[in-house]
């Protein structure tokens, strides 16, 4: 799977939207675009995942640069609950056929009340 | 509550001995994948089984073993352990085998050696 690079950390105000970055030059047209998060001292959940177009659910977005590059999740309303590591994963083609999830070192987002 | 489970949720034990941890997916899930998560590795992907067959291996040593059993719950057995074991295992299930599905983890079983 191709690299990914995001920020080791981030700060956000409760109830303020966040912008989380995520790099990713050598995409192929393949590849998918996850994010996972991981709460403390919990395993990890998933969060959204895009392939082109900009993608929407209940707990975030994902903006995807035109040219797949870079892509940013979005929370619109930070909560205490949101502080985690926030992992910015390329699914793509394996040669041995699994699909397993190639983590990072993630984002760690600390939310202030 | 993602409905993997996963026993026990702690384990300690010495370094050369064998444990047992123990995975069920959730309903209806074929896929079953282990991750290693220590502090200087994060988190690394071990092996994924589906429908009862090995898929994938990843960084998973040779001590270490796995299975999937005919009602899709996993097994994942370390022996001769070291210090450097210690770690958090989780359990991950998917439906299949397709990269745009969503992976459930477990809570993980946080396993220490001494």
């Known amino acids: 799977d191709a690299k990914t690079t995001q920020p080791n950390s981030m700060e956000s105000n409760e109830e303020e939207p966040v912008h989380l970055p995520c790099n990713h030059s050598?995409?192929?047209?393949?590849?998918?675009i996850h994010w996972y998060r991981q709460l403390p001292s919990q395993g990890p959940e998933y969060v959204i995942h895009g392939l082109t177009s900009n993608v929407n659910n209940r707990m975030a977005s994902l903006a995807i640069a035109e040219d797949r590059k870079s892509s940013t999740l979005i929370l619109h309303r930070a909560t205490l609950r949101d502080a985690a590591v926030y992992y910015c994963?390329?699914?793509?083609?394996?040669?041995?056929?699994?699909?397993?999830?190639?983590f990072g070192g993630g984002t760690r987002l600390m939310v202030k009340p | 509550d993602s409905g993997v489970t996963q026993t026990p949720k702690h384990l300690i034990t010495a370094t050369g001995q064998r444990v047992t941890l123990r995975c069920s997916p959730r309903?209806?899930?074929?896929?079953v994948y282990w991750y290693q998560q220590s502090l200087d590795q994060g988190l690394q992907f071990l092996i994924q089984y589906y429908n009862g067959e090995e898929r994938a291996k990843g960084n998973i040593l040779e001590r270490f073993s796995a299975q999937q059993f005919p009602d899709l719950h996993s097994e994942l057995n370390l022996s001769s352990l070291e210090l450097g074991d210690s770690a958090l295992y989780f359990c991950a299930s998917s439906l299949g085998t397709y990269r745009q599905e969503t992976q459930y983890f477990g809570p993980g079983t946080r396993l220490l050696v001494l």
């Open positions: 994963i390329l699914h793509g083609v394996n040669n041995n056929a699994g699909n397993m999830l190639t």
């Open positions: 050598t995409i192929s047209g393949t590849d998918y």
């Open positions: 309903s209806g899930d074929l896929s």
